[in-house]
């Protein structure tokens, strides 16, 4: 008779376990996506879109799905297994909510070239021939301080790789897949643009002009 409830709690503790190694699985998959892509062992579109995208985020639903039912069967240990059985379930939902709401940003396309001045864009190695505006972002009508340009730069992420009394220039390694940019911040009498370049071929939920707009209000603020 004893060796029922005994039998029951092991049961109950090996399906819990279970549940924790499916929740922390889908993030150690996207780990093993990242070191792969930055290392160059697998392209951006490989890691990212299938490792991480498809990949971990059906794992996540699994650990989803186990954990529900491991809550579900424990409910008659409950003061031995239910609150762990809970906090799976809340941590595993977070994990699935984060995949899917992430999948859904990332998959939204963006301008990858972006600067304040489609006439005369300043100059980016690696740029396209026609970069584009984004929506708010504009020039500064002033003629901002190289000191002003650097700080602007270096609060976005950037590595200073270039700075003189008329322009600015930067690189930014994202730690996300590698998916890093370039930065130039073109300084005129009267007048202050930028210009970033994403050095990746990917959609990005609009990261680029973000970056940009991240520098623009930068420069504005220290005026």
């Known amino acids: ?71 579900v069967l424990s409910l008659g240990q409950f003061r031995r297994l239910g609150l762990i059985s809970v906090a799976i379930v ?38 396209t021939a026609t970069p584009v505006a984004c929506p708010g972002v504009d020039a500064v009508m002033r003629q901002v301080a190289p000191a002003e340009a650097t700080a602007a730069l270096q609060a976005a992420g950037f590595s200073i790789t270039e700075s003189q009394l008329f322009r600015s220039r930067g690189v930014r390694d994202g730690f996300w897949f590698g998916m ?16 970033v370049v994403a050095r990746y071929d990917h959609t990005d939920g609009g990261e680029t002009c973000r970056i940009a707009g991240q520098m623009v209000a930068a420069l504005q603020t220290a005026s």
């Open 1 to 71: 008779m004893t060796s029922g409830p005994r039998s029951r709690l092991k049961t109950g503790m090996m399906k819990v376990k279970v549940a924790i190694g499916l929740t922390v699985l889908a993030p150690l998959i996207t780990f093993g996506a990242i070191l792969l892509t930055r290392n160059g062992v697998v392209p951006l579109a490989f890691g990212l879109d299938v490792l991480t995208l498809m990949v971990a985020w059906i794992v996540s639903v699994v650990a989803l799905i186990f954990a529900v039912i491991s809550l």
């Open 90 to 127: 809340l941590v595993s939902g977070a994990i699935c909510a984060a995949y899917f709401f992430q999948g859904r940003a990332i998959g939204v396309g963006g301008p990858l070239d972006v600067t304040t001045d489609v006439a005369e864009p300043p100059a980016v190695p690696g740029g």
């Open 180 to 195: 890093g940019h370039e930065a130039h911040i073109r300084i005129r009498p009267g007048r202050t643009d930028v210009r």
